[in-house]
């Protein structure tokens, strides 16, 4: 039996933990907050992602797609609440409408069954919604990850393993055949780690030695609930027109699984890694950022959409405009603040955003570098290849 440390209870760092227990393998998880799912995992969207959007051949494809499919049986199985209740895409203008098609292009090239709608076939599934044209997506859904998570450390635990709260990792390094982890609360050793830490994931790569060729970024997604009369404009998710400069699917609305209607993210950059209030600054995080000569290339490139998005970021008039545009029924006195997420997204040295999923190794450790939106919907399918590549650093089992 070997022993594996796995940084991060996030629902990557337990779905890794998970498949890991499960195998016969020791497993400690660590988490620096004092339950799971804190971070990303628990401040999302909530949704179950059809793999769409994605680069063929990408790994977000081919997680994406065959992770909706996992994620969606998994919750199923384990009473986790989840519905696969499709979604659309609409595009509000004519100039949207080659984007729409590249989209529908995508999804045919994933493999992923989606139906291109004239704007009465869209109102059949959005009464209320504004569009000249729409793509249907049934393989969509919505699911509550917090609780996927439970149910993750459930097994973890019913297979021998253990996850230790409130012990944050500080630094790793790879001594002959050990791993040596040293936390806030212990110094540890294990047979192999693997570090799922979301928005810290480059900090925990190179305190463990490694040169992360990117740096997370962090970017505040806000969001808004939608009081109950006005949540009765929206049936299910509409989505609109993603700009394809940028990794983020615009501000959407979604009726998640509590039955809720909520809208959003939009994307700032957040001025702490944690940084989930305009109020909340860390001095480190934000010299990091702006330390980056990527956030500053990036930021030439993308500096009007950026404004454009602190704007809807500062005004709630402004964001209930951008609500209007995919259901003109939407006025700012209709949404009510709800908490923010902060998405951990890496930046390139020459500003690229970092579009799929990263994943570095050394000797006996694995690195996830960048797992952004839809790692939670991939995620038992990002666990399978973190385990593949921890078998690839570690010496194979004898006996
Ligand atoms: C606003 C927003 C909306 C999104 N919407 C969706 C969606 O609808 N569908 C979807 O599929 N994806 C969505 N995503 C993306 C998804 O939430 C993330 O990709 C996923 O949750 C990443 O999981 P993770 O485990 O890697 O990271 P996290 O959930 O951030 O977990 C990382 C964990 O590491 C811990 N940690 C960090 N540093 C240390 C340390 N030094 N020691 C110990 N522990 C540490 C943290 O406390 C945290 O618990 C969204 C993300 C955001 C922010």
């Not at 039996?1 to 337990?14: A, D, K, S, T, Y």
């Not at 799922?196 to 900090?203: E, P, T, Y």
Request: proline fraction near 5%; include cysteine.
């Amino acid at each position: 039996m070997r022993h594996v440390i796995v940084v991060g209870g996030g629902i990557v760092g337990l779905a890794t933990a998970a498949r890991i227990a499960a195998r016969g393998d020791q497993v400690t998880v660590l988490d620096k907050e004092d339950g799971l799912a804190r971070h990303q995992t628990g401040r999302n969207s909530g949704v179950i992602h059809s793999g769409l959007y994605y680069a063929e051949g990408s790994l977000k494809a081919r997680m994406a797609a065959e992770g909706a499919r996992s994620m969606a049986a998994f919750a199923a199985e384990h009473g986790v609440p989840v519905e696969v209740c499709g979604k659309l895409v609409v595009a509000t203008e004519e100039s949207e409408l080659p984007g729409l098609h590249k989209l529908a292009a995508r999804a045919e090239a994933n493999g992923v069954p989606a139906r291109l709608l004239d704007p009465v076939g869209a109102r059949e599934y959005e009464p209320q919604v504004r569009a000249v044209a729409a793509l249907r997506v049934e393989t969509t859904g919505v699911v509550d990850y917090a609780g996927v998570c439970r149910v993750l450390a459930a097994r973890i635990e019913a297979d021998g393993g253990e996850i230790l709260l409130g012990e944050e990792m500080l630094a790793a390094r790879t001594v002959g055949d050990r791993v040596q982890v040293r936390t806030t609360a212990a110094d540890r050793e294990a047979d192999g780690l693997v570090v799922c830490g979301g928005l810290h994931a480059d900090r925990l790569a190179r305190a463990s030695g490694l040169e992360p060729a990117a740096r997370i970024v962090p970017f505040r997604g806000e969001y808004y609930g939608l009081t109950e009369t006005a949540g009765d404009l929206v049936r299910g998710l509409i989505y609109p027109v993603p700009d394809p400069r940028f990794p983020f699917l615009g501000v959407h609305l979604t009726r998640g699984i509590d039955g809720h209607v909520h809208a959003g993210p939009n994307a700032v950059l957040a001025l702490a890694r944690e940084g989930y209030r305009w109020t909340e600054v860390s001095v480190r995080d934000l010299g990091d950022a702006l330390s980056w000569p990527g956030l500053w290339r990036m930021g030439a490139r993308n500096w009007r959409p950026g404004a454009a998005e602190v704007v809807r970021s500062l005004s709630t008039a402004a964001f209930a405009r951008s609500l209007a545009r995919l259901v003109p029924g939407i006025t700012a006195d209709d949404l009510v603040p709800a908490p923010a997420g902060v998405r951990a997204q890496a930046v390139e040295r020459d500003g690229g955003l970092v579009d799929d999923f990263l994943v570095q190794t050394a000797p006996r450790q694995v690195h996830v570098l960048n797992a952004p939106s839809p790692a939670a919907t991939a995620s038992l399918e990002i666990a399978k290849h973190l385990e593949r590549e921890l078998d690839r650093v570690l010496p194979s089992r004898v006996g």
